[in-house]
């Protein structure tokens, strides 16, 4: 079993920048893959960053130039900074681990982004 708690989240005004954390414990060793997902209301979830177990990244094209995944191994935490934020980033955003059994999700952490 993996356990995810984000944090990190809250309102902001645009041009803004926030860093969500994403903290892992249980089964670490067997998670291949971390990333952020959001969720807008009315929306679906979407994808928007993940890190590999080699630290390999990839991110949607809405958030490139603004988004930044990374990861702290001794911390077991995975970071989302977030800069030049625009109000369509507003959403839940939703920590996610994959392993080769099943996929893990935290229970989200809120962005606001408003003036």
């Known amino acids: 079993q993996v356990q995810l708690v984000e944090s990190g989240g809250g309102w902001v005004q645009p041009g803004g920048s926030l860093r969500l954390s994403c903290a892992a414990s249980g089964s670490i060793i067997s998670i291949y893959s971390m990333g952020w997902y959001r969720q807008a209301t009315g929306q679906v979830r979407e994808l928007v960053a993940f890190?590999?177990?080699?630290?390999?990244?990839s991110d949607v094209d809405s958030v490139k130039g603004r988004f930044t995944i990374s990861r702290d191994n001794a911390k077991d935490t995975v970071y989302l900074q977030m800069n030049s934020l625009k109000p369509e980033d507003t959403g839940v955003y939703y920590c996610?681990?994959?392993?080769?059994?099943?996929?893990?999700w935290g229970k989200g952490t809120l962005v606001t982004v408003s003036s």
């Open positions: 996610n681990a994959e392993t080769s059994t099943r996929s893990y």
């Open positions: 890190i590999t177990s080699d630290d390999n990244t």
